[in-house]
């Protein structure tokens, strides 16, 4: 086993083992801290070095402001915890996968790791019964939660929007090259992760997935433009015949109450508020529901039920400030322009299937449904728990332009 190898299983339990109880998340970054100085003695090298590497040296760099700009800096140290083992895990990830059969095992791991949230889906997801009334409230009285920490349905299809394009990718792209027990464990794990993403009922999820499986269907085909011209103009048809009140149906959270657009404005302009007062510090990690109950009180809704901003830019704007918004959207965007860069670099030599170019469109398409479901949510960012997992994800795009440079 190589060292990299070593590394990245060390830190992906300790990152494992934070995401089941946040309690230890002191004792994980000490960990991941021991680790790396032990990884830097050996190899004589902090980090690989990745495009990304000034964005998150800013955020990095942000980190110790927040804290002191923080109102509750307890509160807000396992936010930035959180955040420091998302980047530890992005540069294992980059370090480790540095062959085809690394990057092919990646893949596996994602669709393990999907079919893994599917199992806990029926007894551990807290399922929103009054919203997309297509699915008959009915269905969910023989779903009973039985988890002591129950999981938000926006959670669940969050990170089943950026598990689900590599593979569906590695399917579209290189069905040919997997074999049987690969095609068998993807196309389950597809079919089941789009089914419980439906049940969550997560417009963000619905339309980052069906923007992602769009995204894949015009890079797979030359002209599979057409094909999606021909479904969203079916799609329109059937809208219409149904009635357009389908789409205008509010916008509806029935945990924390975002029962209306309305609704939903009046959070975001509670982020916008304190967007205004605090511009270059940010409120502090993890703050948006105590300071929003505090200085800017919601008339719809009662202290406590508004945790989040609901968009994810907003979200880390309130959190870190104006920098540390540009200094993520800096490393969301070059991700993104490497899994582009990564499919481009197959397809400009006429290759059409393959693992690298396979992961180029399948991790792009992953960026694209994280960005559009940021709009209406913020489950990828800070005080959610498996927020480290979409650092992981980045460092395997990392690692899969390492293949195809």
């Given amino acids: 086993m190589r060292a990299s190898d070593l590394k990245l299983l060390l830190i992906g339990g300790l990152v494992a083992a934070s995401i089941v109880t946040e309690r230890i998340l002191p004792l994980v970054v000490l960990g991941i801290f021991l680790i790396w100085a032990a990884s830097a003695l050996f190899t004589r090298r902090l980090v690989v070095r990745t495009p990304a590497d000034v964005g998150i040296l800013a955020l990095v760099l942000l980190l110790p402001l927040n804290a002191w700009a923080s109102a509750l800096p307890d509160k807000s140290l396992l936010q930035i915890y959180r955040l420091l083992t998302g980047i530890a895990l992005f540069y294992a990830v980059a370090e480790a996968i540095v062959d085809i059969k690394r990057a092919r095992l990646a893949v596996t791991g994602l669709a393990l790791g999907g079919l893994f949230l599917v199992g806990l889906a029926p007894f551990g997801v807290e399922w929103a019964r009054d919203k997309l009334t297509f699915i008959p409230s009915g269905f969910f009285e023989s779903l009973s939660l039985r988890l002591f920490d129950a999981i938000h349905p926006n959670v669940m299809a969050g990170y089943l929007l950026i598990f689900l394009p590599p593979v569906l990718a590695a399917v579209l792209f290189n069905w040919r090259g997997l074999q049987r027990i690969e095609r068998l464990l993807y196309a389950l794990a597809i079919a089941l992760m789009l089914l419980v993403m439906v049940l969550t009922k997560t417009r963000g999820a619905l339309l980052g997935f069906v923007i992602a499986a769009a995204l894949l269907v015009i890079l797979r085909w030359r002209r599979g433009w057409l094909a999606i011209l021909l479904l969203g103009s079916l799609g329109a048809a059937i809208v ?13 959270s029935a945990e924390y109450g975002v029962s209306t657009l309305e609704g939903r404005m009046e959070i975001w302009s509670r982020g916008l508020y304190m967007l205004r007062d605090f511009p270059l510090t940010g409120i502090g990690m993890g703050l948006f529901g105590d300071l929003a109950d505090t200085l800017y009180p919601f008339f719809q809704y ?14 880390i704007a309130v959190d870190l400030g104006f920098p540390g918004l540009i200094a993520w959207l800096a490393v969301f965007f070059s991700i993104a322009a490497l899994t582009w860069r990564t499919y481009r670099k197959e397809t400009l030599v006429g290759h059409r299937q393959g693992w690298v170019i396979a992961l ?31 650092w992981g994800l980045w460092g395997l795009a990392v690692a899969c332009w390492n293949l195809a440079e």
Avoid: C, K
Avoid at 240 to 252: C, H, K, R, S, Y
Avoid at 372 to 385: E, K, N, P, S
């Fill in 302 to 315: 009662e202290p406590g039920s508004v945790p989040h901003a609901h968009n994810l830019y907003l979200q």
């Fill in 240 to 252: 219409f015949a149904v009635g357009p009140d389908i789409l205008l149906d509010p916008l509806i």
């Fill in 360 to 390: 180029g469109a399948g991790l792009l398409a992953s960026q694209a449904a994280l960005f559009v479901q940021g709009l209406l949510d913020a489950v990828t960012w800070g005080m959610v728990r498996p927020a480290p997992l979409v």
